[in-house]
Structure formats: C-alpha cells, structure tokens
C-alpha cells in the first residue's frame, strides 16, 4: 500500500513546510517495519514521519490508514479530515473518510467527500459505488405507510412465477433453473436465461414485458447485492494494498477475445466488478468454458486478487 502512487483531487489550504528529508527517512523506516509485520512499529515511524512534516501527504494518509487498520478509528478519522483540507488530498484519503463518516451515521460528511472526488473524476468505481449507498442511507426512514408498502412488495416478490401468463416452454426452463417466484426471477440477468438450454429470445422478450407492466426488470434486486459484494471487496483489498487494481478496467488484463465477449455479456467492466463474481455465474454465460475460467482465474491471481467464492 505504501508504494502505491496516489492520486490528488481539487483541495483546500495549504500547509507550511516542515523536514521533507526527515519525514522520508521516516517513511522509509515505517515500510521496512510494515515489510516485517511490526505493525507497531510502522505506526511508530509514520508518527514520527508526520511530527517531522505535518504537511507531508503521503505520511498523513499512511498514518490514517494503519490506524484505520487496527480500529484507531477516532484518529484516523482526524487525520483522513487533515488530508482533505490539503490542495492535493489523496482520493483514497476521502474514499476512506466518507466510509467513516458513513459508519457513523454523517451521510452529509459522507457525501461531501465521496462529490469531491466525483468532481475531479466524474467516473470513478469506488467513489460512485459508495455514492449510492450514502444517497440510499441517507434518504431512508420508515413509517406505517412505508412498512405497509414494504410488506406489500414483499408479498408480490413471493408470488410464485407460475401465476403470471407465460407460455409452457418459458415456464419450464425457469422451473429447471429453479426459478419459483418472482423474486428469484429479479435475481437473474438476461444472460443467463440465454445461457439456458433451450431459453431463447422469444422467452425472454415474453417475461421482460411482464415485467415492465410492474415496473421491473430482470436483475434488479442482484445489482444491490452486487454493490454491497463490491464493497467488501474493496475493503478487503485495502488492508493487503490492493485496492489500486480494483478501480482498473477489465482490458488491462489482456484477456482472449472468448474471455471478453463472456465478460461484456455480463456487463463486467471494471476488475472489481470482475472479482465479485464466483465461477458459475461465469461458467453460466453461453460459450464460456474452462479455459477461459483458468485464464481469469490467473490473470486477477498474478495481481493477489481471486473471484468471490460462495461461503
């Protein structure tokens, strides 16, 4: 993680110099001590590293990391709240920070932070994922009439599918899918009803139109589990530095053209995206076989990261 280069967005004030040289040494000494799991140690190196030059960046945001690490999260929070007043906040300080801030209820804090990385870039993964679930969070309250409303979708997601008007073959293959109500068909994605032996466009056509007239659509309870998957991914990926590769697109791992056009089918475009999958739902598009699956497999192994596996 301490090598990783760090991008900046658009800041505040900035901060008179201190000892450059004296705060590199002590980066320096916290990476050997982190290289030799002396966590302790490290945290150590990064105060002494912050003490000598309180304007230095990179030792502020290190420092706010490990602590963040090992549940120091009040001083963390301090220190991630210093690198966001700096002209060149690091995004990863903010990220960070707008997860705290979340995690503690402060979704207007939240929200600050994750639009100040949106407003140097527009289409950042992380950022935007997070977006969501601070906009969702922050708006959401309950009363009767939203507890009646909720208990009214809940009943409709368990409507069994063999209640709706669907012609016997397309009844059939969700019954072989094991597809028995309503909200197991928002679960699924277009292609993998096409990935079904003997589930065609006609089928699909003819269930994506009975789902319209209730204003849905398939997939549309999956992609919130996506997101929340994404996030501990990236979570995970924080605490072994690997969290850099996560926002990259899928094209810079080189893949065969069979790999890729599975991975488009499944609107896979980012490696985070990629990693929050499991094995059957690649090896359940249409002309994925293992050879591409040990392809994938190898590409995200060669940068520490695997696929999702299912507990």
Same mark, same amino acid.
């Given at each position: 993680?301490?090598?990783?280069?760090?991008?900046?967005?658009?800041?505040?004030?900035?901060?008179?110099?201190?000892?450059?040289?004296?705060?590199?040494?002590?980066?320096?000494?916290?990476?050997?001590?982190?290289?030799?799991?002396?966590?302790?140690?490290?945290?150590?190196?990064?105060?002494?590293?912050?003490?000598?030059?309180? %304007?230095?960046? @990179?030792? &502020?945001?290190?420092?706010? $990391?490990?602590?963040?690490?090992?549940? +120091?999260?009040?001083?963390? /929070? *301090?220190?991630?709240?210093?690198?966001?007043?700096?002209?060149?906040?690091?995004?990863?300080?903010?990220?960070?920070?707008?997860?705290?801030?979340?995690?503690?209820?402060?979704?207007?804090?939240?929200?600050?932070?994750?639009?100040?990385?949106?407003?140097?870039?527009?289409?950042?993964?992380?950022?935007?994922?997070?977006?969501?679930?601070?906009?969702?969070?922050?708006?959401?309250?309950?009363?009767?009439?939203?507890?009646?409303?909720?208990?009214?979708?809940?009943?409709?997601?368990?409507?069994?599918?063999?209640?709706?008007?669907?012609?016997?073959?397309?009844?059939?293959?969700?019954?072989?899918?094991?597809?028995?109500?309503?909200?197991?068909?928002?679960?699924? %994605?277009?292609? @993998?009803? &096409?990935?079904?032996?003997? $589930?065609?466009?006609?089928?699909?056509? +003819?269930?994506?139109?009975? /789902? *319209?007239?209730?204003?849905?659509?398939?997939?549309?309870?999956?992609?919130?589990?996506?997101?929340?998957?994404?996030?501990?991914?990236?979570?995970?990926?924080?605490?072994?530095?690997?969290?850099?590769?996560?926002?990259?697109?899928?094209?810079?791992?080189?893949?065969?053209?069979?790999?890729?056009?599975?991975?488009?089918?499944?609107?896979?475009?980012?490696?985070?995206?990629?990693?929050?999958?499991?094995?059957?739902?690649?090896?359940?598009?249409?002309?994925?076989?293992?050879?591409?699956?040990?392809?994938?497999?190898?590409?995200?192994?060669?940068?520490?990261?695997?696929?999702?596996?299912?507990?």
């Amino acid at each position: 993680m301490m090598s990783d280069p760090m991008d900046v967005v658009i800041g505040a004030e900035e901060s008179a110099p201190g000892d450059p040289q004296a705060a590199a040494q002590r980066l320096d000494a916290a990476k050997k001590a982190q290289n030799e799991g002396d966590r302790a140690g490290a945290i150590a190196e990064l105060r002494r590293a912050v003490s000598a030059d309180p %304007s230095n960046q @990179e030792a &502020l945001f290190q420092l706010a $990391f490990a602590l963040d690490l090992v549940g +120091e999260e009040d001083e963390a /929070l *301090a220190l991630y709240e210093r690198c966001a007043k700096s002209p060149s906040a690091p995004i990863n300080a903010l990220i960070n920070l707008a997860v705290l801030y979340e995690d503690r209820g402060e979704y207007v804090q939240a929200e600050k932070c994750l639009r100040q990385v949106l407003d140097t870039n527009p289409n950042h993964p992380r950022a935007l994922l997070f977006m969501k679930d601070v906009v969702a969070s922050k708006d959401m309250y309950f009363d009767e009439e939203q507890d009646r409303d909720l208990a009214k979708r809940n009943a409709l997601l368990d409507t069994p599918v063999t209640d709706f008007e669907l012609t016997v073959r397309a009844r059939n293959c969700l019954k072989k899918m094991n597809i028995r109500t309503l909200g197991d068909l928002l679960r699924i %994605s277009e292609a @993998e009803l &096409l990935a079904y032996k003997n $589930f065609g466009e006609t089928s699909l056509t +003819e269930i994506k139109q009975m /789902l *319209a007239a209730k204003n849905l659509r398939l997939g549309q309870r999956a992609d919130e589990q996506q997101r929340h998957i994404q996030r501990e991914i990236f979570d995970r990926a924080r605490a072994s530095g690997r969290e850099g590769y996560l926002n990259k697109s899928v094209a810079e791992l080189n893949l065969s053209v069979r790999a890729r056009k599975a991975l488009q089918m499944l609107n896979i475009r980012t490696i985070s995206e990629l990693c929050a999958r499991t094995e059957a739902e690649l090896m359940g598009v249409k002309n994925f076989g293992q050879t591409s699956l040990v392809e994938i497999k190898e590409r995200l192994s060669d940068l520490g990261l695997s696929l999702r596996e299912v507990d």
